[in-house]
């Protein structure tokens, strides 16, 4: 939370924590509450719940969510704030960022499932006992956060610095990365641990890429 008060201001960033893990947690409280969703529940493996809700789940949705949407804001623009404006943009940008969130769920949620036992499917589907519409929910969740985000933060002013460090910009990116690569190591079968260095290797390898480009075209 403080590289994103350093990155953004701390207007932006208690908007995008507020947004980002409010949501989460509303509509994660009516799917455990109503049948919005195939029907699920979570252990009490990920510790203290509140509604049916693990505490931890709103963190970490504003963490991923955060390290996501810098990762596009550089593999689209080059920079880690994209402040152009346009409505079909902001569609654009909304979902490319929750298109490079949810792949992160291709192995998450089978480990978590089947491994760690945090939640249970009360309806199992065809991929690893996880129902498809689960990465249907993930995109739409995603979606949603990101188009209110970005919406909202036009009604703030510009904040953090003008040229922000680029060791500091890429840490967001370099994380992204390594959670993708952790994938190799989660165990799973059918060789699935290797899809997320692939799917999320290839966004952060693109947003690197941009920031590499912008670096070498300040030296020029």
């Known amino acids: 939370m403080s590289h994103s008060a350093w990155l953004w201001g701390w207007r932006r960033c208690l908007l995008f924590f507020s947004v980002s893990a409010g949501l989460t947690f509303v509509l994660e409280a009516l799917s455990l509450a109503t049948d919005l969703a195939t029907p699920y529940y979570y252990t009490a493996v990920?510790?203290?719940r509140f509604l049916g809700v693990p505490v931890i789940i709103p963190l970490g949705w504003f963490t991923m969510l955060y390290l996501s949407h810098v990762v596009?804001?550089?593999?689209?623009?080059g920079h880690p704030r994209c402040e152009r404006r346009g409505h079909g943009r902001t569609v654009?940008?909304?979902?490319?960022?929750a298109l490079v969130m949810s792949s992160w769920d291709l192995t998450l949620d089978p480990y978590m499932v089947q491994i760690?036992?945090?939640w249970v499917w009360l309806q199992p589907g065809g991929f690893l006992g996880i129902p498809f519409a689960n990465y249907v929910s993930w995109l739409e969740l995603t979606f949603i956060i990101c188009?209110?985000?970005?919406?909202?933060?036009?009604g703030l002013p510009e904040a953090g610095p003008t040229e922000p460090s680029r060791a500091l910009v890429a840490l967001p990116v370099i994380l992204y990365g390594l959670i993708g690569l952790s994938g190799c190591f989660v165990?799973?079968?059918g060789g699935l641990a290797v899809l997320p260095p692939?799917?999320?290797g290839i966004a952060a390898l693109g947003a690197l890429g941009r920031l590499l480009q912008q670096s070498e075209g300040g030296e020029a």
């Open 187 to 189: 165990g799973l079968a």
């Open 198 to 200: 692939f799917t999320m």
């Open 92 to 97: 654009f940008l909304a979902l490319l960022t």
């Open 116 to 118: 760690v036992k945090a």
């Open 147 to 154: 188009l209110c985000y970005r919406v909202a933060q036009g």
């Open 46 to 48: 990920l510790g203290p």
């Open 72 to 77: 596009v804001n550089l593999m689209v623009d």
